[in-house]
Nanobody, 114 residues
Framework: QVQLVESGGGLVQPGGSLRLSCAAS????????MGWYRQAPGKQRELVAV???????TYADSVKGRFTISRDNTKNAVYLQMNSLKPDDTAVYYC????????WGQGTQVTVSS
């Protein structure tokens, strides 16, 4: 059974940091490209960052220099380190397998507010 389980969301003040985690199971994680997406209220879901199986990374312009995606194939996990958070980063963040059969996690809420 395929599972993608996100964790690490919460409420943080502007300028703060959070680290999201996504635990994967039920598929060949090490050869999968993985991504983080987000959806703010009233907006379409958008790409935040992708990490290829090779380790190559890409980012949305809005998060470049502030967010870092990484993976640990020994733990079947992908992470999103978010620094210098802004209110515009408030959204539900989703983990996604972007190569092969697409799988989504259930999402974790990130709220940036003072």
């Amino acid at each position: 059974q395929v599972q993608l389980v996100e964790s690490g969301g919460g409420l943080v003040q502007p300028g703060g940091s959070l680290r999201l985690s996504c635990a994967a199971s039920g598929f060949s994680f090490s050869i999968s490209d993985m991504g983080w997406y987000r959806q703010a209220p009233g907006k379409q879901r958008e790409l935040v960052a992708v990490i290829r199986s090779s380790g190559y990374t890409t980012y949305a312009d809005s998060v470049k220099g502030r967010f870092t995606i990484s993976r640990d194939n020994t733990k079947n996990a992908v992470y999103l380190q978010m620094n210098s958070l802004k209110p515009d980063d408030t959204a539900v963040y989703y983990c996604k397998r972007v190569s092969g059969t697409v799988y989504w996690g259930q999402g974790t809420q990130v709220t940036v507010s003072s």
